[in-house]
Structures are given as C-alpha cells and as structure tokens.
C-alpha cells in the first residue's frame, strides 16, 4: 500500500473554503475508492472511479462533494464550502481486478 | 443493505497468546473479504485477502478463515507480539462495487 500516494496528509481549512485531496494510485491501477473515516467509526464508502469515468457515488453527499479521475494526473475529491462537520480522514485506495484494496495514508482535514 | 460487526470492540492480551478476532456480516451474497490493520493515525494495511470460494487465508502468523453460509470471518493471531497491536478491520465486498467496512478491533498486546 506504500504505493497509493495521497496528498496532503493534513489540510486546515476555515468554514466556506474549499478543500482539495489528491490521490494517485498504485502503478497501473486505474480503479479508486474514496472513503471517509469519522473519529470512532468505520470507513464509510464515498465513490468509486475508473480513469475519465465516475462508476458509482452512492456515498458522496448530494451537495458540495466531487470527484474526479483525469486521465492524466491524481484523483481528486473535492469538498466546496467546508462546514466542521466535514472533518475526518479521507482515505483513497486503489483497486486491483482481484478485488483488493490498497490504502493510502490518508489526509486528514480540519475545518476551523 | 450489509451489515458488518467486528466483535469484540477492544481486546488486551498479554505477549505470546494466541487470539481471535471476530467478523459478521448479515448477506452472504459477497465477493471477498478482506482483513486490515490500521495504526492510530495511519492508513490501513491489507493483511488478508478471501475470496467468496475460498474457505481460508494463511500468512505468516495470520489465519483468515471465511464461513459465508454463517457470514462470519475470524481473524487468527498466532503468539501474539507488541508490534501487533492495533486496530483491525474486516471489509466485504459486495457483488456490485460496495466495500463494507466494521468498525474494527482494538487490539493492545502487552509485553
């Protein structure tokens, strides 16, 4: 899993600012899940992407919450008009055909 | 919708036990499951990979074992260690493109 990189591992931002994360998967994966992980709970599901294509967002919020997957560059999520109860760890894993996930470190956002 | 239960919630053992750690799932129509551990602060790090037809999982000191029929995986340690402590998390895919993810273990093994 060092593979999945993820940046930046700590964003401080006020309420109303926008807050990108990126993720680059590993070599050669195209396929990555974003999740969001609560103090005290599990990882829950936001989207999956395959490169230039959204395959399934059942777990984004309707509202203010994107992502993309370019087909050059990392993926990015991208939460507009920050509230506190937007922070968490925002984890991104990339996913091979097996089935298997690989974890980046994850970033963990703080909104002031 | 699946439901997944990692019990029991925290776990303290002293060095050298052998454990177990619990996983439930409530729909066994999945397609694999697979074990993490997760240091505080950390990403999590794939142990284990079970895929639906396979009954268990080996690696070094870590069995998986995966009952679908029941919707249960254990996790076993074997001679448990302080660098084994951690947070451990079973996830389920699903047979669409959902991951489902407990809420972990809390394992401390004391030397």
């Known amino acids: 899993n060092a593979g999945v990189m993820q940046n930046p591992r700590h964003l401080v931002r006020r309420r109303g600012q926008e807050a990108r994360l990126r993720c680059s998967p590993m070599k050669g994966h195209s396929h990555v899940y974003w999740y969001r992980q609560l103090p005290e709970e599990g990882l829950k599901f936001m989207v999956y992407?395959?490169?230039?294509?959204?395959?399934?967002e059942s777990g984004m919020p309707k509202e203010r919450f994107s992502a993309e997957f370019p087909k050059e560059g990392p993926s990015i999520l991208r939460i507009q008009q920050v509230v506190r109860g937007d922070s968490a760890a925002y984890f991104c894993a990339s996913f091979t055909v097996a089935g298997e996930q690989f974890f980046g470190p994850g970033t963990r956002l703080t909104v002031l | 919708k699946q439901e997944v239960t990692q019990i029991p919630a925290a776990l303290s053992v002293p060095e050298g036990e052998n454990l177990v750690l619990n996983c439930s799932f409530t729909d066994s129509a999945i397609y694999n499951l697979q074990w993490f551990r997760q240091d505080p602060g950390k990403g999590l790090t794939s142990l284990l990979l079970i895929q639906s037809s396979q009954r268990e999982q080996t690696s070094g000191r870590l069995n998986a074992s995966l009952d679908k029929s029941s919707g249960r995986s254990t996790l076993y340690i074997a001679a448990s260690q302080p660098g084994d402590s951690a947070t451990y998390l079973c996830a389920v895919k699903d047979t669409g493109n959902q991951f489902y993810f407990g809420t972990g273990t809390s394992l401390t093994v004391i030397p």
């Open positions: 992407l395959q490169k230039e294509n959204i395959i399934d």
